[in-house]
């Protein structure tokens, strides 16, 4: 079964930068497309990306398009969201999960992460 982790979050100030890891520790990891999620304090957890399998298509909320973004290195079981031009309003737990198919419904997906925090702050 496939089991996901993320790592890289962190404390950054406004207009700084993170990358973002989502490992598998177990399972058939480029068979799954890969989305990343985040939820923030009093809200409803938002789509921010996603990566088909082999990673020849990728998608991005508007709120986060020309900012962030997603690649995968199937050899070393992992998917990357690098965010560059941080602001307060990305600050959220981000999480990643996995898919059968490419850019589901968000109840599709499956396999989810622990998360990881990302604070946005000076």
């Known amino acids: 079964q496939l089991q996901l982790v993320e790592s890289g979050g962190g404390l950054v100030q406004p207009g700084g930068s993170l990358r973002l890891s989502c490992a598998a520790s177990?399972?058939?990891?480029?068979?799954?497309?890969i989305g990343w999620f985040r939820q923030a304090p009093g809200k409803e957890r938002e789509g921010v990306s996603c990566?088909?399998?082999?990673?020849?298509?990728?998608n991005y909320a508007d709120s986060v398009k020309g900012r962030f973004t997603i690649s995968r290195d199937n050899a070393k079981n992992a998917v990357y969201l690098q965010m560059n031009s941080l602001k307060p309003e990305d600050t959220a737990v981000y999480y990643c999960?996995?898919?059968?198919?490419?850019?589901?419904?968000?109840?599709?997906?499956?396999?989810w992460g622990q998360g990881t925090q990302v604070t946005v702050s000076s």
């Open positions: 177990s399972g058939t990891f480029d068979y799954y497309a």
């Open positions: 999960a996995a898919s059968e198919r490419f850019d589901p419904a968000p109840n599709e997906y499956h396999s």
């Open positions: 990566i088909s399998s082999s990673g020849m298509s990728t």
